[in-house]
């Protein structure tokens, strides 16, 4: 059975770090690409970050140059560095085998981000 555990969310000041981590089970995490995902209540679920089973990585405009993505293999966990927070940051974040934005978010266990101005 799959398993994805997240924590490492919070409240924090815009310009603060928080560091999110996956903690997975149930597969083959080092073949597996894997993704965080976060969703605003009333908006799509956004795919943030990617890391590929090789380790290259992927972002999206609104993280590019703030989040880094990074995984433990050995410890089959996945890892989101969030530096300069914004308050638009501020989202329930998800992680998963990267797959469908909109199911990932409908059924995923995540952890809360907020940022306050």
């Known amino acids: 059975e799959v398993e994805l555990v997240v924590s490492g969310g919070g409240s924090v000041q815009a310009g603060g770090s928080l560091r999110l981590s996956c903690a997975a089970s149930g597969f083959t995490f080092d073949e597996s690409d894997m993704g965080w995902y976060r969703q605003v209540p009333g908006h799509e679920c956004e795919e943030i970050s990617v890391i590929f089973n090789y380790g290259g990585t992927h972002y999206a405009d609104s993280v590019k140059g703030r989040f880094t993505i990074s995984k433990d293999d050995a410890k089959t966990t996945v890892f989101l560095q969030m530096n300069s927070l914004k308050p638009e940051d501020t989202a329930m974040y998800y992680c998963?085998?990267?797959?469908?934005?909109?199911?990932?978010?409908?059924w995923g266990h995540g952890t809360q981000v907020t940022v306050s101005a």
């Open positions: 998963a085998m990267r797959g469908d934005p909109y199911f990932i978010c409908s």
